[in-house]
């Protein structure tokens, strides 16, 4: 799997795009690595954006992880069933020869409060991806994850030992 991203000129506004060589959903999240110790880390209290394809038709959900569970390892929901909103934009995707890949925008600082986290510039962020099975949104499994800390703005970037 893979992720490229950039930001607009004016630094307000998140580009990135998701490959994974599946032909299966794929999603990605974030939070601030390291925010409240312990509990921050695996999927607990993630910011998701997710590709879920039908006959390879792309729909791509903002969502979050659910912060009630102890582990954080349930589904993610959507941000709109938890009060927040959908603030993903720009969407598109497809699945091709093996390849599933989708780019979403989304604004660094939404006024989802609920939901989403901001992304601000001087922060490492917690990155995760995933694919699953099949192209229905469900588990992953150990075996098709990753994830590893990144600024978004300056492009540093390095393993995740402790998140």
């Not at 925010?35 to 038709?57: H, L, N, P, R």
């Not at 939404?110 to 990155?127: F, G, L, N, Q, S």
């Amino acid at each position: 799997m893979h992720i490229k991203w950039s930001l607009d000129a004016a630094k307000t506004t998140l580009q990135c795009t998701v490959t994974s060589n599946s032909m299966t959903w794929v999603g990605i999240g974030w939070h601030p690595a390291n925010s409240t110790g312990a509990d921050y880390k695996d999927m607990f209290d993630v910011d998701f954006t997710i590709a879920v394809f039908s006959s390879g038709t792309p729909v791509i959900t903002d969502r979050r992880s659910n912060i009630t569970s102890v582990d954080g390892k349930t589904a993610p929901v959507l941000d709109t069933s938890i009060g927040g909103t959908n603030d993903v934009f720009m969407t598109s995707g497809s699945q091709v020869g093996g390849v599933t890949s989708f780019t979403f925008s989304k604004k660094l600082i939404t006024e989802d409060k609920v939901a989403d986290h901001p992304i601000e510039v001087r922060t490492m962020y917690h990155v995760i991806i995933a694919h699953g099975t099949e192209e229905a949104f469900g588990y992953h499994s150990n075996v098709f994850r990753g994830h590893w800390l990144v600024n978004w703005f300056s492009g540093e970037n390095g393993p995740c030992s402790n998140c």
